[in-house]
């Protein structure tokens, strides 16, 4: 690190962090951006390229969050920059069908193998929202099944907590919802057999829909244990309910086809985003024909957006999935996050430290805690101020891992081996207390 750069307080960032908090509430546009979880003040981006990101007071670093997904080429690759630029000049947006929205929906139907139709949004939460309603529609049912630690963007029905009555109804997680909304979802612990067995016997013709990140990546990265999601799979359609996967994050990251790919499960309907739209504002919900065919204007659930399969956003999607599909993508990405694994599953055993470590391709987390990693209660027995420790420590060092012990850090193909080698140096420093 230059030893000429401000300090924290007299830095740029701490200056536009005042003049945010002054006008945009907590000073920013999305709460886990504020780094309350590290007990810290955000810095300011001025721009990104491939790996790193630098900041406004010229501190460069290699970015391990990506933007929470969506750059798995890197930031600013050319393919999308030109991309945007070409097509732009064509118009911003049209609020009239255009060729790349058609382009975008068969590109999704080809590689998700559930996928029948697909409607594009502007985020993930608007994926899930939809998602939900489109389920209630469909099946003339109230209730939703979600699962604690699971994460599906600001959805009112979806901010709920396990109530007090865990099985009976969810308790709202967040002020403003009120309580007739929470009611109607029930929160289960993820990857407990009997928990889920138990809700469907009680209510299983209630049941509109079952909906999980099939890997959840909101609580750390979370995996299921073995047949958990074929019993999700079979109590769904035993009981005429829906089961929805939300690949917002791990959808044409993990695999073309996503988790579903991965583990040959076929959810009813799949929620997506990130990836999907090159780093501009997309999000898209799709599945079955005959379910997708009850959404207006054919049928009688509604839902829209004036921005939705805007060309530039979807230029900039396929841009970047198709380019992701070249050279081998996948493969690369993986053997990226197993260079990383290999090194940080080193460290943590030369250094004789309980944490554990969960990796699929790209994505990954390093749990503070040697508590086994079932769901967010085993992620919760973590020690959160070991956590903290090293978060700054790594970004003292030019590495940006998530704010957070309840995020999934993400490689992209711009993450070069020399890169990962310096991250594990870092590593190797910050993991010592
Ligand atoms: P957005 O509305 O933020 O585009 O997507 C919501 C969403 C839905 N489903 C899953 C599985 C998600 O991970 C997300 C959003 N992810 C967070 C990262 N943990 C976005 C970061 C933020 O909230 O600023």
Partial sequence: MASDLPTRQSSLSARLFRAAREVIPGGVNSPVRAFRNVDGEPFFVRRARGSRIEDVDGRSMIDYIGTWGPAILGHAPTVITNTVHEVAKDGLSFGIPNPFEVEM????????????KVRMVNSGTE????????ARGFTGRDKIIKFEGHYHGHVDSLLVAAGSGALTHGEPDSAGIPRSFAAETIALPFNIPERIEEA??????EIAAVILEPFAANAGFVLPHEGYLQLLRDLTAR???????DEVMTGFRLA?????????????????????GGGLPVGAFGGRADIMDHLAPDGPVYQAGTLSGNPVAMAAGLAQLRELEKNNGYARLD????????????????????YRLNRVGSMFCLFFGDAEIVNVDSVQQGDFEAFKQFFWKCLERGVYV????YETGFLSLAHSDSDIDETLEVFSHALDR
């Fill in 335 to 354: 053997a990226a996050g197993r260079r990383l694994e290999d090194g940080l599953r080193k460290l943590i055993d030369e250094k004789g430290l309980p």
């Fill in 127 to 134: 994926a899930t929202m939809s998602a939900i309603r489109l």
């Fill in 200 to 205: 469907f016997a009680k209510f299983g013709d």
């Fill in 105 to 116: 929906a068969r590109l999704i139907v080809d590689w998700v193998p559930s996928v029948e």
């Fill in 239 to 245: 009981h005429g309910a829906l089961l929805i996967f």
């Fill in 256 to 276: 073309r086809g996503g988790v579903q790919e991965l583990t040959g499960v076929t959810p009813d309907l799949t929620a997506l985003g990130k990836v999907i």
């Fill in 402 to 405: 998530a704010p957070s012990p």
